[in-house]
């Protein structure tokens, strides 16, 4: 066992969650220690070099970045403001959502959405209002809400937020239902629905409101690149006197006594101490690296969540073809081969059929024109579906050989798919691609069962789990302990270390 060194916090991991509250910390005159099972920090967010192309893991484009938002209030509190910037992507189409297709724009903004498809569908009014009016209302509660509810808050919520409380248990597909939304505009509206991944029957109604609220306040990809935003918060809290950040450390143990961390183990050997631990990997999965703590039977249950599901992922290098000729620019592209989107994840998560899947596509070259991420001249199109965990690890547990060549069965349907709808001759423009399944992100990114967004986001499971633990000094942010997404994520990091703070002054 190496030598034990002492902190005042040690966090494990290097998710966006715990940069955010290390960097907080760490600028704050805390000695922070984090540790990463990873040799690349940022979870999510990390960066992997193939050949001569940088790939970020699985984030596309996020919110948040704009004045007033978590992503630019964090780097403005801990001085990288000016250091990291960031490109809007098309208020006027943002993303675009492609229903056999059928293009349609997202602009920035509900009421913009909302004329843009009354112009178009003038005969659906009545359910498009209905729904806009749903929406912008809920939003405007979600805005309201405080960040600690108190018991004052609690007696007036039936009249400060009316529909917070009226659709807190509604799915998506339950107000479609309610409103009498037409197919085809079920499907338009719901064209985010990878943002989530989970289709109408089975997303919060409220959890869908605030996700497209976020992005139609802006919706950015990092000026220089991924790499250069997750870097940036490293160096910054490794510069602070008494911090750092160790890669390839993944913590096996969290030794408890008397109810108290009194350190971590990882798998080299050695044992590090602090007076506080976070915990920025999934709570169950903390809960499994602390067997014998004394877990409280009543926290346990609460831990006992069903998780979003995963992905299946294709990073491409193009070359001698210019992707903006067919169709892409500084957006991205939701494709549906039909207007049905329950029906499509039933097929690809229940019948484990993605002979025709649905898919998001991002082509971050265009989003920026910094250099970093492919040779000059060459462009990156990203694309990404959903798919079932436990169906791979089945597969690959009973035989590797037909886990590859299902991996690459659907590597070349959405190729196929691809060259019908988008790109006609792609595979002979390829120099590079690289496939990856959910497997893939539970080996890289310690997310269970390849999970994309921490627990699945139903009705039933929008409540969080706390920062705090019944352990008295070690706590959890993620998205899970939190909320999902970058901006999720940074707000969840921020509010934690504000409640650090106030007690540790």
């Known amino acids: 066992m190496g030598s034990e060194s002492v902190y005042d916090y040690l966090i494990i991991g290097t998710g ?24 690349t ?47 809007r992507l098309d208020p006027d189409g943002f993303d675009h959502v492609v229903v056999a297709g059928e293009r349609f724009r997202i602009p920035s903004g509900f009421s913009s959405f909302r004329d843009r498809l009354l112009q178009r569908f003038p005969q659906d009014a009545q359910p498009l209002r209905a729904y806009f009016d749903t929406v912008i209302g809920i939003a405007d509660e979600l805005a309201r809400v405080p960040l600690e509810l108190r018991w004052h808050d609690l007696l007036a919520a039936p009249f400060r937020f009316p529909k917070l409380l009226r659709y807190r248990t509604w799915t998506l597909q339950r107000f479609y239902d309610h409103v009498h939304m037409p197919q085809r505009l079920q499907a338009v509206l719901a064209g985010q629905s990878g943002d989530y991944l989970l289709p109408p029957e089975q997303v919060s109604f409220v959890l869908h409101v605030s996700l497209i609220d976020n992005y139609g306040r802006g919706a950015y990809y990092p000026r220089k690149h991924f790499f250069h935003f997750i870097d940036s918060v490293v160096q910054k809290i490794r510069e602070q006197p ?13 030794v408890v006594e008397d109810g108290r961390v009194v350190g971590v183990e990882t798998k080299n050997g050695q044992r590090f101490s602090a007076r506080r631990y976070i915990s920025n990997v999934d709570p169950a999965a903390t809960l499994a690296l602390a067997p014998d703590a004394g877990w409280p039977a009543r926290y346990r249950k609460r831990l006992d969540y ?51 899947p649905w898919l998001f596509l991002a082509t971050p070259t265009l989003h920026t024109d910094q250099p970093g991420i492919a040779p000059p001249g060459h462009q990156i199109l990203e694309v990404a579906t959903c798919c079932d965990y436990a169906h791979f690890r089945a597969l690959r547990d009973r035989d590797r050989a037909a886990y590859t060549k299902e991996k690459l069965a659907i590597r070349d349907q959405i190729f196929a798919v691809l060259e019908a709808n988008y790109v006609p001759g792609l595979r002979k423009h390829l120099a590079m691609r690289v496939a990856g399944t959910p497997l893939t992100n539970a080996e890289y990114c310690r997310s269970p069962m390849g999970n994309a967004y921490g627990t699945a986001l139903t009705p039933l499971q929008l409540s969080r789990v706390d920062f705090e633990t019944p352990i008295r000094n070690l706590f959890m942010v993620n998205a899970t302990a939190g909320y999902p997404s970058i901006g999720g994520t940074v707000g969840s990091g921020m509010r ?7 007690d540790d002054p």
Not at 20 to 38: N, Q, Y
Not at 317 to 344: A, C, Q, T
Not at 497 to 502: I, Q
């Open 16 to 39: 966006m969650a715990g940069l955010t509250v290390g960097a907080l910390l760490a600028s704050h005159g805390r000695k922070v220690l984090m540790l990463e099972a990873h040799d």
């Open 306 to 356: 069903e998780y979003s599901c995963s992905t299946y992922t294709m990073y491409l290098g193009v070359k001698d073809l210019d992707l903006r000729e067919h169709g892409f620019g500084s957006w991205n592209v939701w494709h549906y081969p039909h207007d049905d989107i329950n029906r499509m994840y039933r097929d690809q998560l229940e019948r484990h059929d993605l002979s025709n």
């Open 242 to 254: 008494g911090c750092a950040v160790l890669l390839e450390h993944e913590v096996q143990r969290i």
């Open 41 to 87: 920090p940022g979870g999510y967010a990390h960066t992997f070099a193939m050949g001569d192309y940088r790939f970020c893991a699985q984030v596309h484009y996020i919110f948040g970045c704009g004045p007033g938002g978590s992503v630019h209030d964090f780097l403005a509190r801990v001085g990288l403001a000016d250091t990291v910037s960031w490109n």
């Open 496 to 502: 934690l270390y504000d409640r650090l703070a106030a």
